[in-house]
Nanobody
C-alpha cells in the first residue's frame, strides 16, 4: 500500500557530495518519521539520520556536521544531503518511513529498495 522510491546514489570521490531523495506514495494518511539507514559490507544496518513531521532531526555521530536531512511534507519526500563524503560512508542507503495508511489505526514501518553510495578515488 505504500511505496518508497529512492534516487541519487552513485560513485563519488572522497570529499565530494551526493543528495539522496526518497518519495513515498500510496494510501498515505500521514507520515510520522522519515529517515535514512545504511548497511556497509560486513556490518549491521545503522541509522544515519531521521526527521519527524515537525522537523526534529536525529543524526548518527559519524555523520554530524556533514550530512543534512530534510523533508517536504507536502510531497511526502525526504532528502539526505551528504557532504565531505568519506570512504567509510560507502554503503547501501535505505529510506524508511513510519506511515499511517488511510483507514487504519496504527502506524507501520516501510522501507525503500536501497541505493548504493560508493566513495572512492
Amino acid at each position: 500500500q505504500v511505496q518508497l522510491v529512492e534516487s541519487g546514489g552513485g560513485l563519488v570521490q572522497p570529499g565530494g557530495s551526493l543528495r539522496l531523495s526518497c518519495a513515498a506514495s500510496g494510501s498515505i494518511f500521514s507520515i510520522r518519521t522519515m529517515g535514512w539507514y545504511r548497511r556497509a559490507p560486513g556490518k549491521q544496518r545503522e541509522l544515519v539520520a531521521a526527521i519527524t513531521s515537525g522537523g526534529t532531526t536525529n543524526y548518527a555521530d559519524s555523520v554530524k556536521g556533514r550530512f543534512t536531512i530534510s523533508r517536504d511534507n507536502a510531497k511526502n519526500t525526504v532528502y539526505l544531503q551528504m557532504n565531505s563524503l568519506k570512504p567509510e560512508d560507502t554503503a547501501v542507503y535505505y529510506c524508511n518511513a513510519v506511515v499511517l495508511i488511510s483507514g487504519r489505526s496504527a502506524y507501520e514501518s516501510y522501507w525503500g529498495q536501497g541505493t548504493q553510495v560508493t566513495v572512492s578515488s
